[in-house]
């Protein structure tokens, strides 16, 4: 057996919530609408990882999501340009990468990060 796709499924029950998120300021696409599920995605091609930690790094919470993006310092002005409010960072960690925590509108904890 081959594992295909991972999906990650967040309860919500206001669908257009993700749009500002994930779609406008991530510009993922809306690959799928069934009027109670919506998917959203990119075609860029991924890697598959699940991870699995006792903390988030530097005494940080474990987040629910991390997305890697190419430019965290453009991710970041984006959502604070849109009234999110950042939780963590952004940050160069010892490990790697830069970073910073956000709540995504479903109060996700969403790790933005870029490997340095």
């Known amino acids: 057996m081959k594992v295909k796709r991972i999906v990650s499924d ?3 029950p206001d669908l257009n919530a993700a749009d500002v998120f994930y779609r406008d300021i991530l510009n993922l696409d809306l690959l799928m609408d069934h009027g109670w599920i919506r998917t959203y995605g990119s075609s860029e091609l991924m890697t598959v990882q699940l991870s ?3 903390e988030g790094g530097s005494g940080t919470a474990v987040p629910d999501l991390s997305i890697e993006v190419d430019d965290v ?3 970041w002005e ?3 340009n849109a009234g999110f409010d950042i ?4 940050v160069d960690e ?6 910073f925590y956000v709540r995504d509108p479903f109060g996700k904890l969403i790790n933005i990060l870029s490997h340095l």
């Open 10 to 12: 967040v309860f919500t």
């Open 52 to 54: 699995f930690a006792s």
């Open 73 to 75: 310092n453009e991710a």
């Open 78 to 80: 984006k959502f604070t």
């Open 87 to 90: 939780e963590y960072g952004p």
């Open 94 to 99: 010892p490990w790697g990468v830069r970073r």
